[in-house]
């Protein structure tokens, strides 16, 4: 076999330069049988505080440590009979941090390494049904493998390249003869994307060779795969590509020149990556996707290729429409009745679902006027439909399907989804990177320490108030954030660890609860992870429901939020003070973020204590909307202990809002010549009497203009302030001006910000008239008589003033 070079993941790839610890670049092999234990090798860096591996999928255990070095880890697990087959997701923990996800593969067969020479039919390496080769494709390298088959028998071939996620292999395979005729082949599949598969019937008895190879005769020391050789079937799509959780469903398994039915339970909760497998067949390696919803299937009627013959749909939204168009040419219609005012989203699936079908999805009403069609905009598999209908009457509307091409065959499968008010309450940290989205999606909580993820919130017709719910957190960690407010869009989670919780982790599940016991809508984390990506392409998605959490080290640091000791006001500001307590020696530099902001307060995302300094400051905005509440703010530090990244939040700090003292609209444009004063009127409206002395004081001008600041009082109803200009001011607006205003309160003074949009205007100083010209003497040997007095200048108006000096600019 050749050697195996190691290289990070195309998702690790794009965050090297970032000190992320643990790395995770690797497993090996890629994946292995379920119902047995096997080796694993997992491979990256900073693993020499090896604790164990994170497992999302129940079945799969650790059973051993064998060996332990910085860069790999040698161990042993159990996949259990009942694990699914297909991909799974697994983090590397260790004593200071947890990694970002990686996967691996649970297969149906053994494992065989590749066995190199086998670049040559002649050289072919010999294979057994029902195996799983794992190899490499170098540069120009073509992989053969021999096996025997008698007449009658199928051989099956799939390949996984792509999705395992080291590099864009695209990976080409086929079924050759015994005279090297290709019997087979697969380079790109709906399904898979890159990675192909294909089926054959042999026709003799004898031997036959799988040859897998890079689609272009390029390869490299990344192109990994798993070669799986059988006798299963390997639908392409399902029909219907979905259904109701909990019913039972005859399903249809289509493959490229065949098909099969069973019977289906099908699971009783939403899952949005669900792949069905067949249980009655030798099932494939990996599974068809398969919608699980909560609403009823309609299934097409033939012939409903007219209008007039649609097939009738048992009732309107949520309900979803399957069909196949069948041969080019077809059209498939069907009636649907709506409600006037409804708003409904119709989602078609085809390709996400592995069909070839490009939908066009096109709705009318009874006359045959056009309601809306679209073409692609679906997702991420932008072949697939997704337009909003607006209802404007009550009636049966007709919606007709086809392919962009004018396509068809037995494979065509469709299924649109038309929903318009289904109950839904979903959550999802954001993105903090943006070609990472891996990047903090974790709990690393530091033994006394805490850490924070903000949670968005996705409603769809439910409101309330909710509570965060984690059931089996590790021994020592605790929940903090309780409420999910029905008026915030995101909360910030935190959880805390004991000083003495011992070091250990758990997959959690979290959820949302309602407050109120007649709510039955139960939240869930829906966090999309990219899985395979290169650059700013993404093949593969994966979401998941539960979160890693992990106590880890002590942090050499630790940080506070200093309570205000008074209250932040409508369209006021704040200066929140953040304290860092280090540890003896610890002196590097702490980037401090704030998560989460409540609604109608802005404030900086991100500040930075520099290295051995022990506070920083951030300014709090608040709206003139915010009212009267109390709200828990956090930060949370991230700094490089020498060892990657560490994580440690602040705890909890109440800091209250209120409604404002006094107001004042914006003050009307003041003029002034430079190099001389003026006089700024802000007209007062109080809202609240307050005792004492405010100062104000014009803000937003630069420090060549002085404007001199005022005391007012409850009483007092406009303020003047004294504008001082200087040959320096700058000539033109000052726009943008707001008054600050210090109110006196118990503990301190609130900063008020009134007549905001305020404007002062410098004009440049005028000029002095010039001088009338003198009319010309014409010199006369005799005057006929005594030159008159001339009279003197007309005194000019302002305006004329302004008309000569510009006329003597020109």
Sequence with gaps: MSPRILIPSLVAAATLSFAAYPDFTATIPNGGPRGAEWKLTVTGNRLADFESLMFFSPGITQKSVEKVENNKVQLTIAVAPDVPLGNHLLRIRTKSGVSHVRQFFVGPFPNLEEKEPNSEMDAAQAITFNQTIEGVVLNEDVDYYKITARKGQRISVEADGLRLGYTTFDPYIAIIDKDRFEKAFS?????????????????????????????????????????????????DVLYPAGGKVGSKTQVRFIEKDSAFEEEVQLPVEVDPGYMLLSRTQEPAPS??????????????????????????????????????IEKPGDIDFFKVPFKKGQQVVLQAYAQSLGSPLDSVVNVYNEKGGSLG?????????????????????????????????????PNFVYRLELVASQPQLTFASPHYSVNDSQYRQFMAVPRGGRMVLLQNFSRSAVSGDFKFEAAGLPQGVKLLTELAPKDQPGMPLMFEAAPDAPIGGAVVPVTLKPVDATQKIVGRMRQEFDIVRAGNVVYYTEFEDKLPVAVVEEAPYSLEIVKPAVPLVANGIMQMKVVARRKEGFKAPIRVLMPWKPVGISSLGEQTIPEGQNECTFQLDANGAVAAAAHQFTVMGESDAGNGRVYNAAPFCEIKTDTAYLAAPAIPLTAVEQGKEAVMVAKLELQKPFNGEASARVVGVPDTIQIEPAKITKDTKEVSF?????????????????????????????????ALGSTLRIDAPRKAPAAPAQPAVVAQAKPKEAPKTAAPPKPLSRLEQLRQEAAGKK
């Design 287 to 324: 599974g068809n996707p398969f919608r699980l919803v909560e609403f009823d299937n309609a299934l097409e009627a033939e012939p409903n290729d007219e209008q007039a013959k649609a097939t009738v749909a048992p009732h309107g939204e949520p309900i979803a429409l399957n069909g196949i």
């Design 373 to 409: 069609g679209n073409d692609d905009g679906g997702g991420r598999r932008r072949l697939d439909s997704k337009q909003t209908l607006n209802i404007p009457a009550d009636g049966d509307y007709f919606i007709r399907v086809t392919d962009h091409l004018e396509r068809g065959g």
């Design 722 to 754: 004294k504008v001082i200009t200087t040959d320096k001011s700058p000539v033109g607006k000052q726009g943008n001006l707001f008054v600050l205003v210090d109110v006196p309160v118990e503990g301190g003074t609130t900063a008020h910000r009134i």
């Design 187 to 235: 380079d790109d599949t709906i399904l898979h994307r890159q990675d192909g598969y294909c089926s054959f019937v042999a026709e003799y008895d004898g031997d036959y060779y799988v040859m897998i190879r890079e689609s272009s005769y390029r390869g490299g020391g990344n192109n990994y795969y798993r070669l799986h050789v059988g006798s299963f079937r390997r639908p």
